[in-house]
């Protein structure tokens, strides 16, 4: 009786499996769109460091107009769902822009990335003591040498796990680019389902690729932190 | 060397520097002395414009440093400055700690930055110590790092802001030592310090600040055994 239920439900999975990957090769709509969420994940992540940078020091700026771009791009950013924010960048903004549509998504989503890596980078800065700054400009160093070389290199080390977690929530904001038409992992899953009518599978499938990336991701990371602390060893 | 004109600094509405005039002369060892709160760390820090001054003049060399044209960058690779924190750069290594500042600003080749340091570590007496990072050290190892670090850009003054005042107290000897022997040398020094021994012993001229004014000034020795001022009086009598 269990015999015959148990082969029966790997009869089953065997049934489902074949149907949502090896059937007309879904596989590929799997791989490719894992690729692309890598991709648009990757420019995101490189847009939005190089945003939040620049954000991050009008933030701390002396000047108040820089403060003030600073302040509404941040409210802006962060007072606006990620996924109308993309539908307005694609459809309206990049809407006769001729460039390629996983640019444009990845333009999306390091712009709404760096409103909050900006956030991580200021409190990164300002968490790093004032007599560092001083010790820096007594020797001679101008404000931006003391800043690249003394403070920043520090701040980065102490932000790196708020970075990362950043990074991990850009990744698996990604699964929206759906919306404006692109096919990543999460789209592929929906496109399967709807031709197989089986949700589970793809579903699961789309769950399990997305989990394994990021662990991925966690140890690179994890192993970089490792190596920033070096010079803690007590 | 160091011309200081009617010095004043105001942090909103405290008047903490209320009008200091002072000529500290080439190979002066200058010692301040005084109460917390009576401004002898600030004049300190106008002295290299961590602080800017509210009113007054300073010259170096007879150029005028509270200028908005000056470089102050320039300015102040000639004046070292020694923290009661240390401040040093916790992720780099001493050696780098030192070589960071003469490579970066052109002043010295790698090489040259390198030998510097590790001439500069042998005299405070640390050369063992070029590759371990400052949370590896103690207080006073780390100070004899702070002193060296500022030596390497080879200023004409060094300013030392209460050096030892963070230290446990079997650790003041070492970094005294160090400053005596960079004051016999020959260096221009301007200490902040609560140390009197250290006054009294290597101090060339001792200032009194209190209330934001040099209250008096004169031979470490005289004002020791001697104080004219009714506030010397007091504070002497409470420290010694």
């Given at each position: 009786?269990?015999m ?9 999975f ?14 590929k ?5 894992i ?13 939005g ?9 009008f933030?701390l700026?002396?000047?108040f107009?820089?403060?003030?771009i600073?302040?509404v ?5 962060r ?10 960048i ?33 409190a ?32 980065l080390k102490?932000?790196?796990?708020a970075?990362?977690n ?13 919306y404006v038409?692109?096919?990543?992992i ?14 589970a599978m793809?579903l ?22 490792k190596k ?7 | ?8 600094k ?14 500290i ?19 300190l820090?106008c002295?290299n ?26 300015i102040?690779?000639k ?28 002043k010295m ?5 390198h ?5 500069l570590?042998?005299?405070?007496g ?8 400052p ?8 100070q ?12 004409e ?18 970094v ?20 009197m021994g250290f006054?009294?012993e ?6 009194f ?18 104080p ?13």
């Amino acid at each position: 009786m269990y015999m015959v239920t148990a082969f029966s439900w790997f009869s089953d999975f065997q049934e489902s499996f074949e149907k949502t990957f090896i059937r007309e090769d879904r596989y590929k709509l799997f791989v490719d769109g894992i690729l692309l969420t890598l991709k648009v994940s990757l420019l995101a992540v490189a847009i939005g460091i190089i945003i939040g940078f620049i954000i991050a020091l009008f933030n701390l700026s002396k000047h108040f107009p820089l403060r003030l771009i600073g302040k509404v791009y941040t409210d802006v950013i962060r007072g606006t769902p990620s996924v109308t924010q993309l539908m307005i960048i694609y459809f309206v903004i990049f809407a006769s822009v001729n460039l390629e549509k996983w640019i444009i998504a990845a333009i999306a989503f390091g712009i709404n990335s760096g409103a909050y890596v900006s956030e991580i980078i200021r409190a990164g800065i300002m968490s790093i003591d004032k007599g560092q700054t001083e010790a820096g400009r007594s020797l001679g160093l101008n404000g931006r040498q003391t800043m690249m070389k003394i403070v920043l290199p520090q701040a980065l080390k102490n932000i790196f796990p708020a970075l990362c977690n950043e990074f991990i929530v850009l990744i698996k904001e990604t699964a929206i680019v759906g919306y404006v038409g692109l096919m990543d992992i999460q789209k592929a899953s929906d496109f399967v389902k709807s031709a197989t009518f089986e949700a589970a599978m793809p579903l699961l499938a789309t769950a399990v690729i997305y989990f394994v990336i990021i662990k991925i991701l966690t140890i690179c990371l994890g192993l970089l932190e490792k190596k920033l602390r070096k010079s803690d060893v007590k | 060397m160091i011309k200081v004109k009617n010095l004043k600094k105001t942090f909103g509405d405290l008047e903490v520097l209320c009008g200091i005039n002072e000529h500290i002369k080439k190979g002066e060892v200058v010692v301040v002395i005084g109460p917390s709160g009576s401004g002898k760390s600030t004049f300190l820090r106008c002295l290299n414009l961590l602080e800017t001054p509210t009113e007054g003049e300073i010259f170096i060399d007879d150029e005028k440093i509270n200028d908005p044209k000056v470089n102050v960058n320039k300015i102040r690779q000639k004046m070292g400055m020694v923290f009661q924190h240390f401040n040093l750069f916790p992720h780099l290594t001493i050696h780098d700690n030192i070589t960071l500042a003469p490579v970066l600003l052109k002043k010295m080749t790698k090489q040259q930055a390198h030998d510097k340091a590790i001439e500069l570590l042998g005299k405070v007496g640390l050369a063992d110590k070029a590759d371990a990072y400052p949370a590896q050290l103690s207080g006073g190892q780390k100070q004899r790092v702070a002193i060296a670090r500022a030596l390497a850009m080879e200023p004409e003054i060094m300013l030392f802001d209460e050096p030892t005042s963070a230290l446990d107290p079997e650790m003041v000897g070492e970094v005294l030592d160090v400053m005596k022997s960079l004051a016999d040398s020959g260096m221009t020094m301007v200490v902040v310090t609560h140390e009197m021994g250290f006054a009294k012993e290597v101090g060339t001229r001792l200032l009194f600040m209190d209330q934001g004014i040099v209250m008096e000034s004169g031979v470490p020795k005289d004002i020791f055994e001697n104080p004219q001022n009714e506030r010397t009086q007091k504070f002497l009598s409470k420290v010694l």
